[in-house]
């Protein structure tokens, strides 16, 4: 037992296996902040949107700024840059004064400074800021009209397609309307409502769900549900949607007290899963190329290259055997695959719950792990059995590659040409004759996995081409079992 169990360790703790556990992370992590990278254009933690108010006593100007993250939580410490002059169509009577300064611990920056200047003043402000630095363009031009207490945008207001800015007045209030993200759903979109402390609201929100978004100047009470009464001058709204609402619009609606709708916005609701995007992320790269360079590269330089070269045949003494020295080595491996896989895919859910706020849901976790799993095994297999017939290591590893090349990176093409070929045209059989193809590489499992939890390949019921969870077991069986079984059996069979 002694001579098995420090062979497993050696195998555990080799400088390759330690090498292709970190590679497992890096690939892992990249194609995780690619997924939400492609998902949103914004990290909403590190994006910063800054919403300026004036307010004018005893003759003073009050700038307030008061700045939140995508997720709409108080942002402190950001420095924001903003100049005060007067309104005036005359560039050249304009004298700009600069306000710049940090907010405090709730997110707010205030600035009073004499009122020096005509009843109308314009603030030129940056909107958005991306991890502190603040993005050109955007830039605030308020006005504000002293004599009668009055704020409102001139020209070009600022504008992001993550997050959303909007305002409306109400009986000479002013308020925002943010589009923020749901952490506990990047599917969703929430508003921040947020009024400046110097004023007061009072205005109820409805909304309805719609196939096409809605906009409209009124309202009609049996189309729409009534959400909440907003008085608070910092406030949130979260529609409630399910499943049944994938793809539709969810359009939110302002409204006073005279049912006058001052305010009309809205977002289309597409059901975003952390784990979905992650799957359709590492079914590319890392399933058809990554996976199989793993399982089929780790068995030759443990295994394949001991075994030609004549290193083997000098720890071959009782009571090592061939066979026993076979289990130690193809057991090292599946363990190093089990634990790189589960590390890589925990620092990947980490990264999606860092930019989504959602982790990847157990069932999903363990269906990317057992595909991939069973894939290294797979290809891993296959190189122990090969070197159980071939006698030089240029052979096996010619032969690994070839694994490589056609099983892994051809295969999807090869198992569209070959039905083609073949004159296979009606849709059931193709697809049939396609997936039964597929399943001769365990590059293809992870693939066949997903279209088990989906119901759905390539547009077509996946229980009537005989997808279930038997199938789907049996394939991952025959490919974890059959290749390292029949190597098993013939390298005992030399010790006979």
Same mark, same amino acid.
């Given at each position: ?24 992370? %890096? ?23 800054? #919403? ?10 009050? !700038? ?32 700009? #004064? ?83 993200? &749901? ?16 004023? &007061? ?7 309805? /769900? ?8 009124? @309202? ?16 949130? =709204? ?21 049912? &006058?709708?001052?305010?009309?916005? &809205? ?25 199989? !360079?793993?399982?089929? +590269? ?38 190093? +695959? ?6 890589? *895919?925990?620092?990947?859910?980490? /990264? @999606? ?5 959602? +982790? ?24 122990? *059995? ?34 083609? %070929? ?26 066949? /996995? ?16 005989? =997808? ?9 069986? /025959? ?18």
């Amino acid at each position: 037992m002694k001579p098995f169990i420090y062979d497993i360790k050696r195998t555990l703790t080799g400088k390759f296996t330690i090498i292709i556990i970190i590679l497992l992370i %890096i690939v892992t992590a990249l194609s995780a902040y690619t997924a939400v990278s492609v998902t949103s254009s914004r990290d909403p933690s590190g994006t910063s949107i800054v #919403m300026p108010s004036i307010s004018s006593k005893n003759g003073n100007l009050t !700038i307030t700024e008061y700045a939140v993250n995508g997720y709409g939580n108080p942002v402190s410490g950001l420095t924001t840059h903003a100049y005060i002059y007067n309104y005036t169509s005359s560039p050249k009577s304009i004298n700009p #004064m600069e306000i710049t300064g940090k907010t405090n611990a709730n997110g707010y920056f205030n600035k009073t400074i004499k009122n020096s200047f005509d009843a109308c003043v314009v603030l030129n402000l940056t909107a958005y800021y991306d991890h502190g630095v603040a993005e050109p363009g955007q830039v605030y031009h308020l006005t504000y009209n002293s004599t009668s207490n009055q704020q409102y945008f001139t020209g070009y207001i600022p504008n992001s397609p993550d997050f959303a800015l909007n305002y409306f007045n109400n009986k000479g209030n002013f308020t925002y309307l943010l589009a923020i993200q &749901n952490k506990s759903d990047i599917s969703q979109t929430g508003y921040l409502v947020y009024t400046p402390v110097n004023y &007061n609201i009072n205005v109820n929100v409805y909304y309805n /769900i719609t196939s096409e978004p809605y906009y409209s100047s009124t @309202l009609n009470m049996k189309n729409v549900t009534s959400y909440k009464t907003i008085a608070k001058h910092i406030d949130f =709204i979260n529609i409630p949607v399910s499943k049944t609402d994938q793809d539709k619009f969810v359009n939110v609606y302002i409204v006073n007290s005279t049912k &006058n709708v001052i305010l009309n916005t &809205n977002y289309e609701y597409v059901n975003i899963k952390p784990g979905a995007i992650l799957n359709s992320e590492l079914s590319t790269f890392f399933g058809i190329l990554f996976i199989p !360079i793993l399982g089929i +590269f780790s068995a030759y330089y443990y295994y394949s290259r001991d075994k030609m070269s004549g290193v083997m045949e000098s720890i071959l003494v009782r009571p090592v055997t061939r066979g026993k020295l076979f289990i130690s080595r193809f057991s090292g491996n599946a363990i190093s +695959f089990i634990a790189g896989l589960l590390i890589a *895919l925990g620092v990947a859910d980490i /990264i @999606l719950y860092k930019y989504t706020g959602s +982790f990847i849901s157990s069932g999903t976790f363990m269906d990317l792990f057992a595909g991939y799993l069973v894939e290294a095994v797979g290809f891993a297999g296959l190189m122990y *059995l090969v070197s159980q017939f071939i006698k030089t290591q240029g052979q096996v590893l010619g032969v690994g590659i070839a694994f490589l090349f056609i099983l892994g990176f051809m295969w999807s093409t090869l198992i569209l040409l070959i039905p083609l %070929i073949l004159h296979i045209s009606a849709a059931s059989s193709f697809y049939r004759d396609e997936l039964i193809l597929g399943s001769i590489s365990p590059a293809y499992y992870p693939q066949l /996995i997903t279209a088990f939890k989906s119901g759905v390949y390539d547009g077509i019921s996946a229980p009537s081409l005989g =997808i279930n969870i038997i199938s789907v077991i049996a394939v991952g069986l /025959i490919w974890v079992l059959i290749p390292s079984a029949l190597a098993l059996y013939f390298a005992r069979k030399h010790d006979n």
